[in-house]
Nanobody, 120 residues
Framework: VQLVESGGGSVEAGGSLTLSCTAD????????MAWFRQAPGKEREAVAF????????YYTDSVKGRFTITKDGPQTPLKLQMNSLKPEDTAIYYC???????????????WGQGTQVTVS
């Protein structure tokens, strides 16, 4: 399973970024797709999950109302729309996938290489 993130960058506080996660179409079938992040000196934390069979979503409290995880169709990439960004959102953001249960407590098996998001 190969996951490739893109869309990271530097933005001022209050700004927006959209991350994308690209993979083969088959990867997305009956999958628990997720975005995690890891800030310097901190543990990797779950940000958002999307369960592709029913498109149910889960968010960690710190991003609710600001971040949106989406996947518009079978062949479109997974996305994370991030609005009202804060300096504490600065981290490397990782796309991940697991098969089976889905939610904030899941630790996915497959990971991308990550993309840096810096908010100043």
């Amino acid at each position: 399973v190969q996951l490739v993130e893109s869309g990271g960058g530097s933005v001022e506080a209050g700004g927006s970024l959209t991350l994308s996660c690209t993979a083969d179409t088959a990867v997305y079938i009956n999958a628990c797709m997720a975005w995690f992040r890891q800030a310097p000196g901190k543990e990797r934390e779950a940000v958002a999950f999307l369960y592709t069979p029913d498109r149910s979503t889960y968010y960690t409290d710190s991003v609710k109302g600001r971040f949106t995880i989406t996947k518009d169709g079978p062949q479109t990439p997974l996305k994370l729309q991030m609005n009202s960004l804060k300096p504490e959102d600065t981290a490397i953001y990782y796309c991940a996938v697991e098969y089976g249960t889905c939610g904030l407590g899941v630790r996915p098996k497959y990971w991308g290489q990550g993309t840096q998001v810096t908010v100043s």
